[in-house]
């Protein structure tokens, strides 16, 4: 009680960038948050995480402006956790390296707040090991040394080269790319072999990863000609040679493909699940959002009814939670649905309904509003002649599902009730709405997408009201079907098109293509 009313800080650390370095621990912390205070640093993959009631509080430097004073962020901490809130603070890497964490809890601290830390990992070994760099290896150092290029005062002396040549090992340097030439000027003074193996290595376990291999001699000179930015991070030592062999991440089937992936808000994405396993780093924007209907007199009726039904025809995951939730609503259960049939339109609305304990009776080879419609088209037909009468098929689907589904069952006069079981929005983007906070972390134009995924005509208008931009000739889209490739074709983006509207073929297609 005490804890709940002065609020909390958990301090976490969101790793390097790929979302799949965060860690369960903090993910869990994340879903429970109240306000989020976080800085650049932190990977889009991330912030896509966070819930979307929590306040978001941006700490970091935002181009022009100066960044938020070490003692203002602090002071926000205390703020916020004085309000009785759960504050999380996200950091990128690990918030004790080099990260200012242990700035940050003196304030609470003084003030007694509560706090937890929840580690992350660190750029220091993580970017290496994505590089194909072990920061240690028995055959060649013995220790690793983590030093800071950016020291308080701009003093060269600040960095002991004498100790750290002495000592050996690895060195990284994090925030050392303005200080390059000073390091390697300071560890050549300091006597460390002309040609010992040196790197840069840059946006670490992103899609757009880039390392220069190099000698501690030529580093500098290397990177500069490779136009090297920040984040990057310097790594010295014998270990670097070993890239040769060991590089892996762009070798992936889908390494070096930024993809954007569009996706009902909150709901999983079996396809950037997909496309994350095989390389490619995913930017999942939430550009529809669906909401059941609540007040919905016609499932009432419906479910009331539900014995006059043969079949029950779901086209999504969310038609099949609504039409639950309002069988439990109305204090019923799976045994009131007597021996009515179950279709699906694909995969995820049939695992949807198994996990209900239901079998799917029914379910098209190809995932198509179209297909379905014709399935049941042709099975109810046989069906109507065993059971001596014409069959009818309840379809509790989306308000502004499109005609494929019935247009099959019109045509052979088949009986349908179709019932609008939830709304489809597209994502708003308003300051005072919840899911506009999150989108707006996402500037599309600020991220170097390769590819954008569609799976149905409205992602794809989705996308463009979500994106921001007025020019979509340079998007490329991979579109599910004929359909939604039509939509992408009225904005003008380049498109390819899966050979099935299936998440399968989208997946051949991406890997067919060139990052
Ligand atoms: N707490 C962080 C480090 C913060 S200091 C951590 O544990 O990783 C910021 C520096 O970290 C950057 O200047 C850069 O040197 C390094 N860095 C962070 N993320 C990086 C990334 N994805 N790729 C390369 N360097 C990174």
């Known amino acids: 009680m005490q804890e709940c009313k002065k609020g909390k800080v958990w301090l976490i650390g969101a790793g390097p960038g790929d979302a799949g370095l965060f860690t369960i621990k903090g993910k869990k912390v994340l879903d429970q948050a109240e306000v989020v205070v976080y800085d650049k640093l932190v990977g889009q993959g991330v912030l896509g995480m966070i819930p979307a009631q929590a306040k978001l509080i941006f700490v970091g430097k935002v181009s022009g402006h100066h960044p938020i004073p070490q003692h203002e962020i602090n002071e926000i901490l205390l703020r916020e956790a004085q309000a009785g809130k759960r504050v999380v603070r996200l950091k990128g890497g690990d918030p004790f390296v080099f990260g200012r964490g242990g700035e940050e809890l003196e304030l609470l601290r003084q003030h007694q707040i509560p706090f937890e830390i929840v580690p992350g990992i660190t750029s220091a070994v993580s970017v290496p090991a994505y590089n194909g760099i072990p920061v240690t290896h028995r055959d060649f150092v013995s220790s690793l040394h983590i030093i800071t290029g950016h020291t308080k005062k701009k003093d060269e002396a600040e960095i002991d080269y004498e100790a750290l040549v002495r000592l050996g090992g690895t060195f990284v340097f994090l925030m050392g790319i303005t200080a390059m030439p000073k390091i390697c000027r300071g560890l050549l003074k300091a006597g460390i072999e002309k040609d010992m193996p040196a790197a840069v290595l840059e946006r670490g376990t992103s899609a757009h990863q880039r390392r220069v291999v190099s000698d501690v001699s030529h580093l500098a000179e290397d990177a500069e000609k490779a136009g090297i930015q920040t984040p990057a991070i310097i790594i010295v030592g014998k270990v670097c040679a070993l890239e040769k062999d060991f590089h892996w ?14 996706r009902p808000k909150d709901r999983d994405s079996s396809l950037a699940d997909k496309l994350s396993m095989l390389g490619a780093e995913i930017m999942l924007m939430p550009t529809i959002e669906t909401k059941v209907i609540a007040d919905n007199k016609p499932l009432e009726d419906a479910i009331h009814d539900i014995r006059r039904f043969d079949y029950l025809a779901f086209t999504s995951p969310v038609g099949v939670e609504g039409f639950f939730n309002k069988l439990r609503e109305m204090k019923k259960d799976i045994r009131d649905l007597g021996s009515i049939k179950f279709a699906a339109i694909g995969s995820a609305t049939r695992e949807a ?8 009776d029914l379910m098209p080879s190809v995932y198509s509003g179209k297909a379905l419609g014709s399935l049941i088209a042709a099975e109810s037909e046989e069906w109507g002649s065993k059971i001596g009468r014409k069959p009818e098929v309840l379809i509790p689907r989306a308000k502004i599902g499109t005609d494929d589904v019935i247009r099959p069952l019109e045509e052979a006069s088949v009986k349908f009730t179709d019932i609008a079981v939830y709304d489809t929005f597209e994502a708003s983007y308003g300051e005072t709405d919840k899911a506009g906070a999150i989108s707006k972390l996402i500037d599309f134009a600020e991220e170097d997408v390769d590819y954008v995924a569609f799976t149905s005509a409205s992602t794809v208008r ?6 921001g931009l007025s020019d979509f000739s340079s998007v490329k889209a991979v579109c599910i079907g004929k ?6 074709e009225k904005y003008g983006m380049q498109i390819s098109t899966s050979k099935q509207a299936t998440i399968d073929s989208m997946v051949e297609c991406f890997l067919s293509l060139q990052p």
């Open 483 to 488: 359909k939604t490739a039509e939509e992408a």
């Open 462 to 467: 989705g996308f463009v009201t979500a994106s």
């Open 249 to 262: 991440a762009e070798d992936r089937p889908l390494g070096g493909f930024k993809i954007a992936v569009t």
């Open 353 to 360: 309904i198994e996990k209900r304990g239901i079998l799917v």
